[in-house]
């Protein structure tokens, strides 16, 4: 089953060049055929990162396809290990393996246990959350590819052409090892300028679009179907858990909160502190309200929002606080309407004092910043003195006075 991405049917432009043919996509075998060789790479700058650039390489071997797996040599013959390869990308081999072996049944089950179990045996998550990370691309020395788990499903978001040719088979070999039921492949974002190539979704028949998960004993609705990455930021789940354990009361702001991961999670922790929750999706700020419902957090509507007037991309948003009617700034030529930043509000006493988010920031002086706008600092010199736009010629100014 497939279906096409949301974000590349809502595409605005198309790309600047030609898609690999829907054909060069069609799934391929895990298991290399150990009766046909494979071509030679020959690496003219060898590194030991998993990702081998064009200018690192020398001329491609004739007759290899895209996606083909080659074996990594030097310009001598030694041998550099096996990796796939995408004459399109400017990444054009990414390494599977450091050593000349043959990448059999057996070997793509030993690299993928090996990633189980560290999830499993060693992290012990599945008493943390029912949601997590199972591969990890680079980390887990299967480059290309990120595997979510949201309970009975996997979720994998595929970056290069070589794992989009092999994600069903890797997702059903995860299946059996993790008896999950479900699988979802997605390619990530701009697949087609980076990898050339623009894939549909393949789902496993029955896919479920929602789930619902837990972590450290907060639920949380994750949109498959529509939501950011693979659905939910499973990478954030140690943040979340410290942020509530760090708390020591006032109020918190979630400036980018998407569904609510940290606002949720403190909100049910620490239910006399305020939390709100921002963020420009609207449909993200609706299952934020609906995780906080379900975690049995009282909901408030703000009273205040926040209106940011969009304009051309290189410029700064005009930030205003409440709600203005049309003003000259959105009749200018190239303004194109204002984005509502939607305001989720959790509980409703308290200081201001914290910020989950990028940066902290006390809440009161977020407010006013945000009621005046962003303006630039003032530039503090001295009157008497010029400011030279040659960086040289100020060094030259200042430099002490030859006393001979």
Known sequence: MSRKPPYQRSASRPPARTLLAPERLEQRPLAQDPESPLADMVVRSPTWHAHLFKKRLGAYPAGTRHGDLVRLVTGDGQPLGIGYFNPRAEISVRVLSRVDEILDDAWWDRRLQQAVDLRRELLKLDGEATAYRVVHAEGDRLPGVVVDRYGDVLVA?????????????????????????????????????????????????????????????TEYEVDLDGGHKTGFFCDQRENRRRLVEWHRGGSLLDLCCYSGGFAVPVARRHPSVEVTAVDLDEQAIEVARRNAQRNRTKVLRARRRLRLHAGHAAKRPQVRHGDPGPSEADQRPGRTGGRRAQVLRLQSTGDATGCAGR??????????????????????????????????????????????
């Open 359 to 404: 940066a902290a920031a006390e809440l009161q002086l977020f407010g006013t910043t945000v009621e005046r706008g962003i303006r630039p600092h003032p530039v503090v010199r001295d009157a008497r003195r010029p400011i030279h736009a040659d960086p040289a010629k100020e060094r030259r100014r200042r430099r002490p006075p030859d006393r001979r």
């Open 157 to 217: 978001e595929v970056y290069s052409l070589g794992m989009q040719q092999r994600v069903v088979a890797i997702l059903e070999r995860l299946c059996r090892m993790l008896q999950v039921k479900h699988w979802i492949a997605r390619p990530a974002p701009f697949t087609a300028e980076q990898e050339g190539f623009a894939a549909d979704w393949r789902t496993s028949e029955n896919a479920p679009r929602r789930v619902i998960v837990n972590e450290h004993g």
